[in-house]
């Protein structure tokens, strides 16, 4: 750990003196990069800077224990001093998780009813309405890509883009499968019912992320359906792309223009097609361990939301919280924390795991 904490105070300073150069700073690209690249890399290299001083001056003052009228006085500067080295020490392991690069992306957020029927179709509408009223708390913007109603109120599937900061950071942890218990309003008996819905979050693919070949794409159009305006059942606006390499099918039709319909079809397609490819990358660097998100197999069931008992549990944590109701309007704060501070743990595990004895102490 420590070499290759060396290593990148190197690389800050040669890239401190770089930015000096008025031929880098001409070079706007370039400057920007490196200017980029020292902001990522600052707090790294200052607290290691810290944590080096602070060995430097536990070293001096363990000189001073030799001395009966300095031991007693150095005995409680050490005990201080000490306290901060493992604290910048903890602070550095934390600062050396790789970063999720698509952290600061926006997603693409796919949520689909799965088992119960139509309770199954109100349990999707209840987590779209969550993650939209949190995504209102946030500032962030949310766009429908396409819905599919059940009626009643349900929604056999919705697609939608969120935009703002740092949305795939805090939405990631929640793909998979949720399981909804609760009784259903046409339910005599009382008897608890137990549906499920599939949510899965994608950070938006931009081109520069995923290059897809025309070639490898086969786009049908046809006549919409379902409410719209006279137009909707007589025009060829909606789309349906196949990504024939993998077989992805995306379809559009709530727009009236084929043209948009497309648009948002393709952005979608990217976005899916750039998660298949990180799962793919995921499973090849770690096939047995759980990473975020488990493999990335949308069955498997990460949240119980216990309507009698006012209760949602995440099960890969384990955490519990007796606020459903508030959650489901949108204050999902605790439970996006709990699970992002549990993953964060475990990739500080890995990095305490794999890091070398420290030789100074």
């Given at each position: 750990?420590?070499?290759?904490?060396?290593?990148?105070?190197?690389?800050?300073?040669?890239?401190?003196?770089?930015?000096?150069?008025?031929?880098?700073?001409?070079?706007?690209?370039?400057?920007?990069?490196?200017?980029?690249?020292?902001?990522?890399?600052?707090?790294?290299?200052?607290?290691?800077?810290?944590?080096?001083?602070?060995?430097?001056?536990?070293?001096?003052?363990?000189?001073?224990?030799?001395?009966?009228?300095?031991?007693?006085?150095?005995?409680?500067?050490?005990?201080?001093?000490?306290?901060?080295?493992?604290?910048?020490?903890?602070?550095?392991?934390?600062?050396?998780?790789?970063?999720?690069?698509?952290?600061?992306?926006?997603?693409?957020?796919?949520?689909?009813?799965?088992?119960?029927?139509?309770?199954?179709?109100?349990?999707?509408?209840?987590?779209?309405?969550?993650?939209?009223?949190?995504?209102?708390?946030?500032?962030?913007?949310?766009?429908?890509?396409?819905?599919?109603?059940?009626?009643?109120?349900?929604?056999?599937?919705?697609?939608?883009?969120?935009?703002?900061?740092?949305?795939?950071?805090?939405?990631?942890?929640?793909?998979?499968?949720?399981?909804?218990?609760?009784?259903?309003?046409?339910?005599?008996?009382?008897?608890?019912?137990?549906?499920?819905?599939?949510?899965?979050?994608?950070?938006?693919?931009?081109?520069?992320?995923?290059?897809?070949?025309?070639?490898?794409?086969?786009?049908?159009?046809?006549?919409?359906?379902?409410?719209?305006?006279?137009?909707?059942?007589?025009?060829?606006?909606?789309?349906?792309?196949?990504?024939?390499?993998?077989?992805?099918?995306?379809?559009?039709?709530?727009?009236?223009?084929?043209?948009?319909?497309?648009?948002?079809?393709?952005?979608?397609?990217?976005?899916?097609?750039y998660e298949m490819e990180m799962r793919r990358q995921q499973e090849a660097i770690a096939k047995d361990r759980r990473t975020q998100v488990g493999t990335g197999d949308r069955s498997e069931k990460?949240?119980?939301?216990?309507?009698?008992?006012?209760?949602?549990?995440?099960?890969?944590?384990?955490?519990?919280?007796?606020?459903?109701?508030?959650?489901?309007?949108?204050?999902?704060?605790?439970?996006?924390?709990?699970?992002?501070?549990?993953?964060?743990?475990?990739?500080?595990?890995?990095?305490?795991?794999?890091?070398?004895?420290?030789?100074?102490?």
């Amino acid at each position: 750990m420590f070499d290759k904490l060396a290593s990148v105070e190197a690389k800050y300073e040669q890239l401190m003196a770089e930015v000096a150069d008025p031929a880098v700073q001409a070079d706007t690209a370039k400057f920007r990069t490196h200017s980029k690249m020292l902001a990522e890399m600052q707090p790294l290299v200052e607290h290691f800077r810290a944590y080096k001083d602070m060995v430097a001056r536990i070293t001096t003052t363990e000189e001073l224990l030799t001395d009966p009228d300095m031991r007693e006085l150095a005995q409680e500067e050490l005990k201080a001093l000490e306290a901060r080295r493992d604290a910048l020490l903890a602070e550095i392991r934390v600062l050396l998780v790789p970063k999720d690069p698509n952290d600061e992306k926006n997603v693409v957020l796919e949520i689909r009813a799965g088992a119960g029927g139509d309770e199954a179709a109100l349990f999707a509408a209840d987590l779209f309405r969550m993650y939209s009223r949190y995504a209102e708390r946030q500032r962030w913007r949310v766009e429908v890509l396409n819905i599919s109603d059940s009626g009643g109120g349900g929604i056999k599937e919705v697609t939608a883009l969120i935009e703002g900061r740092g949305v795939y950071s805090r939405l990631k942890y929640d793909s998979g499968v949720h399981r909804v218990q609760r009784v259903p309003a046409t339910e005599a008996s009382g008897r608890i019912h137990t549906s499920t819905a599939t949510v899965a979050v994608l950070p938006e693919a931009e081109e520069v992320d995923i290059q897809i070949d025309a070639k490898d794409l086969r786009i049908d159009t046809f006549c919409s359906s379902g409410p719209g305006g006279q137009s909707v059942n007589t025009t060829y606006s909606a789309v349906r792309i196949t990504h024939i390499p993998t077989g992805v099918v995306v379809s559009q039709q709530d727009e009236k223009s084929q043209v948009k319909n497309r648009a948002k079809a393709m952005k979608v397609l990217r976005s899916r097609l750039y998660e298949m490819e990180m799962r793919r990358q995921q499973e090849a660097i770690a096939k047995d361990r759980r990473t975020q998100v488990g493999t990335g197999d949308r069955s498997e069931k990460i949240r119980t939301y216990n309507f009698r008992e006012n209760r949602i549990t995440d099960h890969r944590i384990p955490f519990t919280m007796h606020q459903l109701t508030l959650a489901l309007d949108g204050d999902l704060g605790e439970l996006i924390d709990a699970a992002a501070a549990h993953f964060t743990a475990e990739k500080l595990k890995e990095v305490t795991d794999t890091a070398e004895a420290d030789p100074v102490r």
